[in-house]
Every structure is written in C-alpha cells, then in structure tokens.
C-alpha cells in the first residue's frame, strides 16, 4: 500500500493506535465532533467525549467494523472534559485502555479502563493514575514488561511540571535551554501505576547534545509512539507547531535517543499523530489528516501508508501533503 488510504471516511477520528490482537488489526482513535468551541492554542475545540474502536481483518482491502463506544466521558467519575489520544496494551488476557483526560479542576491525567476483549467495553478505574500529568500515552511491551511513554507541551500542559512535580507556574525552557522531554515510565504488574518515577526521554542532536526548546522543527511536541526495528528503540512523535512526525534511535529504552529525522512532513490540519505497526511482514504508518473535513482542524480523518526503511535503518520520508 504505496498510496495513503482513508480507514473509516464514515465518521471523524483521530490519533490512530493501531495494534494486532488475535489476528487482528484493532485501532483506538480519539473520536473528533463539532463541539462549536472557537479554536484557540489550548486546544480547546478538541472537546471529544468518547472512544470507538475500529478493526479491519485485513489492513490492505479489508472492510473497517466499528465496534461502537467503548468508553465515554459519563462513565469516568473524575472526568472534567476532553478525551485525547489513547493507546492499549494487551496482558494476559486482559485489555487496558490508557487515555488522557482533564479533571474538574482542567487539568489533564492519564487514566486507565479495563475490559476483557480488545474491542470493549472498557471499565474505567476511579481515579487517574497516580502521580501522572499531561497527555498522549502509548505503551510499549517488552520482555513481560510494560513501559508507558507520555507528554504534550501547550495545551497538553507539559510545560506546568518539572521534575514530576506541579510548578506554581508554568513555564518553558529559554529558546538555548534542553527542551522539554517526553516522559517514560515502567508500569507495575497490575497496570495500574507507574512502578517508578518517570524518566526524561531525552533527544540528542548529531553532535550528541540534547535538542533545544527552540529547534522548534526537530524538539518533543507531543504525540509519542515507541516501537522496535532491527534491535533499536525508535521514538516516533509530533513536533506540534511545526506540524512534523519526527524520529529518535537509541540502543536503550530510556535513551538517550539521537534524532534521525522526519518520518511525515506537515499533512492538511494543525495537529499530526500517528502509530507504526508491523502488520504480517510489512510496516506501517497510520496517522490523520483533515482533508475530508476541508481543513477543519478539530474535524481530523485516520490514514494508512506503509512505511519503508533503507537499508541503513533510516525510515524513508512519506509527504503529508499540507503546507
Ligand atoms: O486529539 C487531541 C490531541 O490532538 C492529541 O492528544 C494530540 O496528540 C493532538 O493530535
């Protein structure tokens, strides 16, 4: 599949994590609507209120199914608003939907919901998960152990913590200062609570120096994916306000990770996201756009494109085909 495809032009739906479950291809969007909310840098009009799942048995030419709702804000008792991107990790048997959502006070956590089957219903826990912040959560499994990675800057509200712990105010690095990083942290058994503080996920530049606040085409927006290629860790992510899907290797799931380069230039849409799978023997990338909607930002449509690699491990650069 040279030529990006639209997976389901019957709804709007966004930040694709797309996994194999039991032989199937099963996907977790964040669920876009109209809510009428004016589009401001908060990200504000990003107002879901629930997820759907969607599943293909075959990614190439196969039909989507759209299993129906299988989380909604009304059954999270310490949602405020806003359901952002989403990801699931399958153990034993057992299915954990990780997602972002605002409390009551406007403030962004990491929940998790459960459910026995990859297409739901997932139960949520009462409460975010402990000590956890921002946005985007994607968890990659390894070895039985199961590490989430995490972060989003502006309205993802990254730029209100250092060191895991809330400032009093929020505030970004000077322009010539490291830029802030995405966050990992190992789960504990249950999948319930980080088994440890979250680690910086730190992103160095070809002289082996962390990239800065203001390398604004190459610095962690938001939006982190992690899979493995050929023995190394590749950290996939957003570069936010200038609109990339960017990549970092490392030979170490912690890091640091050396940045290698864009894996998609800037699609129709203020926001990119994405997930890359391996589906049978060949790679893809799913990711957004908001050329169904045309151009409506909050009104974004999920895509699939392989994705290549040369020979060297680098990943070939697909075109958006935005600005
Ligand atoms: O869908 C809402 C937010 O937009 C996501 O959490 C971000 O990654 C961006 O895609």
């Not at 989507?64 to 399958?90: C, F, K, M």
């Not at 989003?152 to 802030?180: S, T, V």
């Amino acid at each position: 599949m040279k030529t990006p495809k639209y997976l389901f032009p019957k709804d709007y739906m966004a930040d694709p994590s797309a996994h194999v479950f039991n032989g199937k291809v099963y996907i977790y969007p964040s669920h876009d609507r109209d809510s009428g909310i004016p589009e401001n840098d908060n990200g504000d009009h990003f107002d879901m209120r629930d997820y759907h799942v969607i599943s293909f048995d075959n990614i190439e030419n196969g039909n989507p199914t759209d299993h129906g709702v299988i989380l909604s804000v009304d059954d999270i008792a310490w949602a405020g608003r806003q359901l952002w991107d989403s990801d699931v990790a399958e153990k034993n048997g057992k299915y954990y939907l990780y997602f972002s959502l605002k409390d009551k006070n406007d403030v962004f956590h990491l929940g998790v919901a459960i459910s026995d089957k990859p297409d739901g219903k997932f139960i949520p826990q009462e409460n975010p998960i402990k000590g956890s912040y921002s946005i985007d959560p994607c968890v990659f499994a390894e070895n039985g152990e199961y590490y989430i990675i995490f972060g989003g800057i502006w309205g993802g509200q990254l730029q209100r913590y250092r060191n895991n712990k809330a400032l009093e105010i929020a505030a970004f690095p000077a322009d010539n200062e490291p830029a802030l990083c995405a966050k990992i942290a190992r789960l504990n058994a249950a999948m319930l609570e980080f088994a440890e503080e979250p680690r910086d996920l730190v992103i160095l530049d070809e002289n082996g120096k962390p990239l800065m606040q203001g390398d604004t085409t190459r610095r962690f927006f938001e939006a982190s994916w992690l899979h493995k290629y050929n023995g190394k860790y590749y950290f996939s992510y957003s570069t936010g306000d200038t609109h990339r899907l960017c990549y970092a290797v490392s030979d170490n799931i912690y890091g640091p990770y050396t940045y290698m380069g864009v894996i998609l230039t800037p699609v129709v849409g203020w926001t990119t996201h994405h997930s890359i799978v391996k589906i049978n023997d060949k790679w893809y990338l799913f990711h957004h756009d908001s050329v169904p909607s045309g151009g409506q930002t909050w009104l974004r449509s999920m895509k699939v494109v392989e994705l290549e690699y040369n020979p060297d491990g680098t990943i070939k650069t697909i075109e958006g085909g935005g600005e």
